[in-house]
């Protein structure tokens, strides 16, 4: 492990000695005695702070992606509050051994904190707290349940056969939604419904198909814009006795929508429904 050295932050984070590929990863937030807690979360980074500053930095920079193994830190937002109810789990049938919800395996390899997370690179991404609950029209309770139903039926199963799965994002609160720009208000990934996801070095076409071929249901499976190569991603639903096994493509290119030649939908026409299967030649 390489040696923790002690670095005191000053007003201005343009003289910080962070590498540049690890400075455009920090947030200064503001001074304030560091917690015990946070000293624990930071154990094994190469460096720790000084009891008057804090900041937030991403163990893993310049990425968005989560492994199911990775150790992910949260922001300090996302938490219970007076008005969002802490969804207490038990390890065991005893009340002296609750563990912290955000503790809690949801499906065989993710915990809730990592389904929650979201490594987003707008500073504002800090401010938000996306705990399931935070939006009155949701119950937190049934956003888990949505979630584990989700991970149980589809996601374990993926992962098992793609072990290089990366989640991109899944439970969102409407205001992270809007932030990212996600589709509309009223979106599957507001109620844990939905993931999106990739699988490293490949390609979004194959897993694709061998998500049609292979799981027994699922709400809606989306090829999204396979064009952009390494940045086209996969988004799937689970809705329990919804499961309608809706097919879409979306591509802003011409040729790959001629070639299917369906029903488009969306302002921009972008959107395309029926697709039985991902043809990578397209591409």
Known sequence: MVKKKTITLEPDIENLPFTEDLQEDIIL???????????????????????NTSFIIEKKSDTQFIYPTDEIILNTKTKPTEKVPELFILSSGSLNEITSPLEQNIGSYYKLKQLISYNYEHPLYYELNNYPGIDKKYNGEEIVQNLRDLMENCVDRIIEAYPNFILISAYRSLELNRMIGGSHDNNSHIKGCAID??????????????????????????????????????????????????????SERENIHDSYDGERRGIKKEYQEGIKNANQNLV
């Open 29 to 51: 937030i503001s001074p304030r005695k560091v917690t015990p807690e946070e000293i624990i979360m930071e154990e094994g980074l190469p460096w720790y702070t000084d009891e």
């Open 197 to 250: 996801f990739k699988v490293s070095e490949e390609h979004t076409s194959y897993v694709f198909n061998w998500c049609i071929q292979n799981l027994p249901e699922w709400h809606e499976l989306m090829w999204a814009y396979p064009e952009r190569g390494n940045k086209s991603w996969i988004h799937l639903s689970y809705k329990k006795g919804k499961n309608i096994k809706s097919t879409t493509l979306a």
